[in-house]
């Protein structure tokens, strides 16, 4: 029993000795396969990224166009009101003096 069991123990270090090369070589596989798809969904994130970058600077555009739009509408309507003003102060006037 002495000699089967010291007969078998090389046996046994070369079968763990290519269990743990076999493991190895998985382990290694797995790490180029998460390295892989790590750098893939870096791609994507860049991608996705790149694309929301253009959407918000169409819309920042499209929106300080229509700012701009506004604002020129604003100044006219400011414009009205001093002209308004000045009419309603000389009609007031007007009738004032008419008056007295």
Do not use: N, Y
């Amino acid at each position: 029993m002495g000699q089967e069991g010291s007969d078998q123990t090389p046996h046994h270090i070369a079968q763990l000795c290519i269990a743990m090369d076999k493991l190895g070589r998985a382990i290694s596989a797995q790490g180029i396969g998460v390295s892989e798809k790590l750098d893939h969904s870096s791609v994507r994130v860049k991608e996705a990224v790149d694309r929301s970058t253009d959407q918000m600077a169409e819309s920042i555009a499209k929106a300080s166009e229509a700012s701009e739009r506004h604002a020129k509408s604003l100044v006219w309507a400011t414009w009205a009101l001093v002209l308004a003003t000045i009419v309603l102060v000389v009609v007031t006037g007007v009738s004032l003096f008419s008056h007295s």
